[in-house]
């Protein structure tokens, strides 16, 4: 069973993820406050297993309620109206979000992750990470957090070579030769990626142009010798973003 607790200063937006909530099996409770210090109250009296985050709110940010905690031991996903930046850092960091308003079946697929990984490694390094990130006044500071068996690694955006898809899955290679797999999907890093000069060269494959030793027939090949396959559509608009 699940605890919940709703932060968000708009009553509309909190009164609606709440009567959603309820109608979940599987979550008991659902608390709500309106600001960060009555939130602070109410982990403080009864801290709930999963924390629903409004970012934008008078009075305090959902991130300076999380600074002020320093680590905590529960689940958060973040609400938030579209805020590039702050999505960014979220999502680089690798915790959940919805965008308001709030989708009943993409809150359902929000609830499953956090039933999957609520009992992974590393909730305080990745929490840390997340805080370093929201800190951050470039985005292009931002670090991934990536994890490999029961270890979290915190992965500059320019160490990575190629990013290649397995189905729902990624796998990200670093220029070092360690790889990492993601439950993310390409598209998802190809939106996070592209701001530091990755390019989508294939729909199984994204790169590093950095990367980028030069361009044969049907393939990119990389400094290290790896050959990744290029889509015959997308081969002149990857040649016009390489010599630009």
């Not at 629903?52 to 938030?80: A, N, R, Y």
Request: net charge neutral; aromatic share 8%; charged share 25%.
């Amino acid at each position: 069973m699940i605890r919940t607790l709703v932060v968000d200063d708009d009553p509309c937006n909190r009164d609606y993820l709440i009567r959603v909530l309820r109608q979940h099996a599987g979550v008991q409770e659902v608390q709500q406050a309106s600001n960060i210090a009555d939130a602070a109250s109410a982990i403080a009296a009864c801290p709930p297993d999963l924390l629903f985050l409004d970012v934008e709110m008078p009075g305090g940010s959902g991130f300076d309620l999380l600074s002020q905690l320093g680590s905590w031991p529960f689940g958060v996903i973040f609400t938030t109206a579209f805020q590039r930046y702050a999505i960014q850092a979220i999502r680089f960091s690798a915790f959940d979000y919805l965008l308001k308003p709030v989708q009943p079946d993409e809150l359902e697929a929000a609830l499953q992750r956090f039933r999957a990984h609520r009992h992974a490694m590393d909730h305080q390094a990745r929490q840390s990470q997340l805080l370093i990130n929201i800190r951050q006044d470039d985005g292009l500071k931002l670090k991934l957090t990536l994890t490999r068996g029961d270890r979290t690694f915190f992965v500059p955006p320019a160490d990575i070579s190629h990013c290649t898809a397995d189905d729902n899955y990624t796998d990200l290679h670093a220029f070092d030769g360690q790889r990492f797999t993601s439950a993310r999907t390409l598209k998802d890093y190809e939106e996070m990626l592209l701001p530091f000069g990755f390019l989508r060269i294939h729909r199984s494959n994204l790169v590093n142009r950095q990367a980028v030793a030069h361009v044969e027939e049907g393939h990119v090949v990389l400094r290290g010798g790896q050959r990744v396959e290029l889509s015959r559509r997308k081969r002149d608009e990857v040649l016009r973003a390489l010599a630009s």
